[in-house]
């Protein structure tokens, strides 16, 4: 029996012109995992929403086709309730509760569960998602991991047939992902259909049954895994390592040097403990380390955000940071202020600043959104906004926080390229935080591994090919 | 210390803890209420060390603590200079013992703004601060007393009890959970702004409230888009868990305690004024 029906489904958003989703067709069985995979844009987390029935709901828009699940026409998200389990990309906002037991609970208790079955319920999934010691926690303490393991128990708590997730791995360190892995196998072992949009394929590949692939809202490909290697190829999707070394010897002239660095944070003593590190003139240094291992604080402090308790830095320049979530660097109505505006605070008249600024917008290709509002752009757009934002204001360290949040390969490498563009320009020296195995594996003049606080290791890679 | 730690529920299993979320509830408003009515020094600096030592009594974290220390004596200090500085009834009245000119009258402009004044630091304007400050400690300790060891399903309950309508409730207990978030982001827009240039001074943030404001109410929008979608996938009806595993304990000595607190104070009260 198919568990999931799509026929003929398009989908155009009410604000554009152009089909989101052009005559997509497949079907599902029972305890079989779908990968929807595409590059940015390609309609994946649209495709998610009707799937789930929020799109029916909430999306303004034009459907074609039909969506059946367990033969069940979803026309609006009632018709899903019980049925399917949404783990959001942005997990961390789908929490409503205090306490991880109150939101494993909530879905059970307003089904009119009494409190001992609830209980019981929890127990089950907190067992089946290794978590009952998180159980009395409170929500915003846990770390991205532990979040993302509860907003999954709080959509698996009433046994849902089938279980979305939205870009599931995006936050993730590797044993994070390893864990959420086991957990996505141990739930398919347990009868749940699971449907994953990702970008990280490599990492997600092992654990699907089928492939979805779409390519600017066509399907492309849907079939058995291993039939859709040459069309993720073909893509240049993130099927393999990622692959760039465009290294290059950086000057002698040392822009940071930092000695025995200690950083307290939220009332913990030593979330960076004694680090001692030094960044080069026109030098890519990388940050690896699991999340939470003092790497954003340690960024934080060097541009000024956080003070140290102890130790010496000599920083010889200026400073910008993109972070994690470029939402959070975007704070003006257009995208054209976002560039003019910090190039204009540089000291630049407003004709220079103006030449600057479209110079930049033209070279991460988003002049034709100028006047947009840049909290409209897709995510991979807002991420190259973010550093050219970040580079008017012509600094000489930049750093960028897990820049491979949300992008695709070829997203990535489109990012890379710019950094080694300014970098041989102007002699920028970049620092990226990153917990990215595969990116650590491929960028970095100097990689310092972090865990815990402390370096563990430094990684000085390249230098033969100086 | 972030915010969101700051004022957030800590698991415990202090009597405080143990105690009825509604008696808890009724004690943080007397003790408002008590605040509001007493003027008296005394009676004041006494309020102030019983709740201290309620509050010490359940052991909040060090972290929390330090915290707590920190914006007391910020509320101190900030309102006796704010206070002395600026007594009413010297510049109304021309009452008060003056302890130093800052600015004496015999300035020309001074004296002019002033009203022939000067800008001087008032000995009444001193001891007012300081019991203004008092009070605003007072009502502080008492109401993070009630957030520190009450569980949000407990408050919401506690609102019913009031007469409070469930929505209402959950409206209330949304905005106390996600406002610390809020208060995050502002600061986020403010780092974004000084990343880009902007001079952000007291004075001229007024210039950006408009850009912070934007960016935050986006961003809560987009939340609460997130959160109501998630909550009606999962067949939300108003109805907030308020789960408890492990030992039930015994709240009746957590009630009495509470109870005898309370009239502890009234008698304080009564017996100082008559």
Known sequence: MNVVEVRDLSFRYSNSKDYTLKNISFSLKRDEALLIAGPTGSGKSTLGYILSGIAQSYLDGELEGSVKVFGRTIKKLEDTRGLIGYVFQSFENQLLSFTVIDELALAAINSGLSEREVIDNIYKISDLLNMRNLLKRYVFNLSSGEMQKVAIGSMIVLKPKILILDEPLSQLDNTSVKNLLTILNQLKDSGITIIIIEHRIRKILPIVDKVLILEAGEEIFFGDKRDAINTFERLRLRIDKISWHKHKKPSDKTIIKCEDIWISRSGIFGVVKGVSFEVKEGEIVLFYGPNGAGKTSLSLFLTGIIDKVKGHAQINGKISIVFQNPDYNIVYDTVFDEVYKPALNSGLTREEAKIFANLLLEKFNLSKYRSKHPKLLSKGEKMRLAIASALASKPNILILDEPTFGQDYQGILGILEMLAFFRDKWGLSIIINTNDEELMEAVGDRVYVIDKGEIIKVIKRGRDEF | ?274
């Open chain 2, 1 to 274: 210390m972030s915010f969101r730690e700051f004022l957030q529920y800590y698991e415990s299993n202090s009597w405080l803890h143990r105690a009825n979320p509604f008696l808890k509830f009724i004690f943080t408003i007397f003790i408002i209420f008590i605040v509001f009515i007493v003027w008296d020094l005394h009676k004041l600096i006494y309020l102030t060390l019983i709740i201290t030592l309620t509050l010490a009594s359940i052991r909040p974290p060090k972290v929390k603590v330090n915290a707590y220390m920190k914006i007391t004596l910020f509320i101190i200090i900030s309102t006796i200079i704010s206070q002395s500085l600026f007594y009413y009834e010297y510049y109304v009245y021309g009452k008060g013992t003056i302890i130093l000119y800052l600015l004496p009258p015999t300035i020309p402009i001074v004296r002019e703004i002033t009203f022939g004044k000067g800008v001087a630091l008032v000995y009444e304007g001193f001891k007012y601060g300081f019991l203004v400050s008092l009070k605003i400690i007072s009502m502080m300790l008492a109401s993070l007393l009630l957030i520190l060891t009450t569980r949000p399903g407990d408050l919401i309950k506690a609102f019913n009890k009031l007469g409070v309508p469930n929505k209402v409730a959950i409206a209330a207990i949304t905005t106390i959970r996600f406002l610390p978030i809020t208060i995050e982001e502002i600061y986020s827009a403010i780092t974004a702004l000084r990343l880009k240039g902007e001079k952000i001074g007291l004075r001229k943030i007024f210039f950006h409230i408009k850009t912070i404001l934007k960016n935050v109410i986006l961003n809560s929008a987009k939340r609460a888009y997130i959160l109501g979608i998630s909550l009606e996938l999962r067949g939300f009806k108003g109805i907030v868990p308020n789960i408890e595993i492990g030992e039930k304990n015994e709240k009746v000595l957590s009630d009495i305690l509470l109870i005898f607190i309370m009239l502890f104070i009234i008698t304080l009260i009564f017996i100082s004024t008559f």
